[in-house]
């Protein structure tokens, strides 16, 4: 009798000790972590959460809000494979993946009709976001990057998928992230010789078109001496023509240019530089980027680099100068 007792007591702890690790090994597969996990387009994103712990962090009661870019997108940065991810510097894998998480739930789309509306990460980095309708479609970018999936919803928050990965800004000032670029040297040296440092260091923001230093050498203004020898008044007038009052993104002009493909943009100086969309040649109808042409220009002026942004600002690379006259 006592030992059918103690069978019986060993059985009903066993049972119990089992239905227990049961329930608490159950994985909630409704969280933001696990429905990224299951995403066959997020495998670099997932990849990347999971080596920084943010997987673990966002399984949390939340809500937090995860931008999460496409495969693709992380290709485009860069990172082509999850195994890029892996051999990747860790702490700036962190730094671009703690930018990509929001504290709450935000439903971009029910944000008014304004462009570049200010958020924080998580973390406490500035994301920029503009709700837009263009022709038949309603358009959300964040920091210029076009949301291709919306309010993905999870238990615990929401999930927006981005066609770019959104790089963190290291630079408080436009100025600082010309001066560190090797590329921009001439340029900055331009700014200097204009006076023009101390506004570009306000409270902003700005946008700064930048010729690279092939474009300043084309122009004539191949050296500090050149730049130099340069008359101040007309110096700061042509530097002016690369700088406009506001932040903008090259989706912002895609989003705001008309059936025409062209629109103007107000410079600093007062003039006017014509913005011509560039179509996306992988879909019919729809854009993916810009050239631009001055008033003295030619030929039309390439982007080599976009978005870059900045605390106050965002700066975009060009291959030409913007020229007021020919």
């Known amino acids: 009798m006592k030992n059918f007792k103690y069978i019986l007591l060993l059985l009903t702890i066993i049972a119990f000790g089992c239905k227990k690790e049961t329930v608490d090994d159950v994985k909630d597969n409704s969280k933001i972590s696990a429905i990224i996990a299951d995403n066959f387009n997020l495998s670099v994103f997932n990849t990347a959460l999971v080596r920084t712990g943010l997987a673990k962090q966002i399984d949390q ?3 937090f809000t995860a931008i999460a870019p496409s495969d693709e997108a992380f290709r485009l940065a860069g990172y082509p494979t999850t195994t890029s991810i892996l051999s990747a ?9 703690n930018y990509h998480i929001l504290n709450g739930s935000y439903e971009f789309n029910k944000l008014p009709f304004l462009f570049n509306q200010e958020i924080k990460s998580a973390n406490g980095g500035k994301l920029f976001v503009t709700h837009w309708v263009k022709g038949p479609d309603t358009v959300l970018t964040i920091n210029g990057s076009r949301v291709l999936s919306q309010n993905i919803k999870a238990s615990n928050g929401l999930i927006q998928v981005v066609d770019r990965v959104l790089e963190p800004y290291t630079y408080s000032y436009v100025t600082d992230a010309i001066a560190s670029d090797r590329n921009l040297t001439l340029f900055y040296q331009a700014l200097q010789r204009a006076g023009l440092i101390e506004t570009l260091n306000g409270k902003g923001p700005y946008t700064v078109f930048a010729a690279n230093n092939a474009a ?11 730049i130099n020898q340069m008359e101040p008044a007309v110096l700061l007038r042509l530097m002016r023509y690369h700088i406009i009052a506001d932040r903008r993104f090259v989706y912002d002009y895609i989003l705001s240019t008309g059936t ?19 179509p ?41 100068m913007l020229k007021i006259t020919q």
């Open 61 to 63: 009661e939340g809500p």
């Open 89 to 97: 510097v860790p702490a700036r894998i962190s730094a671009i993946m």
């Open 216 to 226: 300043m050498t084309a122009f004539g203004l191949s050296s500090v001496e050149a």
């Open 260 to 278: 025409s493909g062209k629109s103007e943009q107000s410079m600093l100086d007062g003039n006017s530089v014509q913005v011509k969309l560039k």
């Open 280 to 320: 996306d040649p992988q879909v019919s109808g729809a854009f993916n980027g810009i050239e631009l042409l001055g008033t003295g220009n030619t030929a039309m002026v390439q982007l080599d680099r976009r978005d870059q942004l900045t605390g106050n600002g965002v700066v975009h690379t060009i291959t030409s």
